[in-house]
């Protein structure tokens, strides 16, 4: 799987106005999602990722297709989320490290057909907090629509996987 990481200082995650179904709080939210109902493993990974003892919280996700050409497609999905250590949300260094854990992980998947990019970027939370937040990038490519999304499905598992194990290392504060 190729993966790169960039810092988007340009953009903005703005947070403070954005409709939030919080996971955390009230997992049944999940059904207003609607691309969570339409694609069941995105659906697994966001509550695995917003389960109480998770140190993630997502934040918003999309999922999008492309019909490139006659013989090309892609599948992608965006999930944007945040990561707290011992209570506290990260600051950037500590999206760096993590984003460079994540894409470690990922790397030692084999095969093309899969990309993610994983972008750090400056987030402004509700009450005017400034900080940081993670968007995830999964792309699939194949050569037909179904397909790509097959792959992409198995993507989301493998970053989901890639996710937990990073969870465990935040729950037990060995990501610094």
């Not at 106005?17 to 207003?32: C, T």
């Not at 013989?71 to 011992?86: G, M």
């Not at 992980?105 to 093309?112: F, N, S, T, V």
């Not at 699939?140 to 989901?160: I, P």
Request: with cysteine; net charge negative; glycine share 6%.
């Amino acid at each position: 799987m190729r993966v790169t990481v960039t810092k988007d200082s340009q953009a903005r995650r703005s947070l403070a106005d954005s409709e939030r179904f919080d996971l955390h709080d009230d997992p049944r939210s999940i059904g207003r999602i609607e691309t969570a109902r339409q694609h069941p493993c995105l659906r697994g990974l966001l509550l695995n990722l917003n389960e109480d003892e998770s140190p993630f919280s997502t934040l918003a996700c999309k999922v999008w297709s492309v019909k490139e050409a006659a013989d090309s497609a892609e599948f992608a999905s965006r999930i944007d989320l945040v990561a707290s250590q011992d209570g506290q949300q990260l600051d950037e260094a500590q999206y760096q490290d993590l984003a460079g854990r994540l894409a470690e992980l990922l790397e030692r998947e084999p095969g093309d057909a899969l990309r993610v990019e994983l972008q750090i970027l400056p987030a402004e939370f509700a009450g005017g907090r400034q900080g940081s937040c993670l968007r995830l990038l999964l792309f699939s490519r194949a050569a037909a629509q179904e397909q790509a999304k097959l792959r992409w499905s198995l993507g989301v598992a493998r970053v989901q996987q890639a996710l937990l194990f990073l969870a465990r290392a935040l729950r037990q504060a060995r990501l610094d």
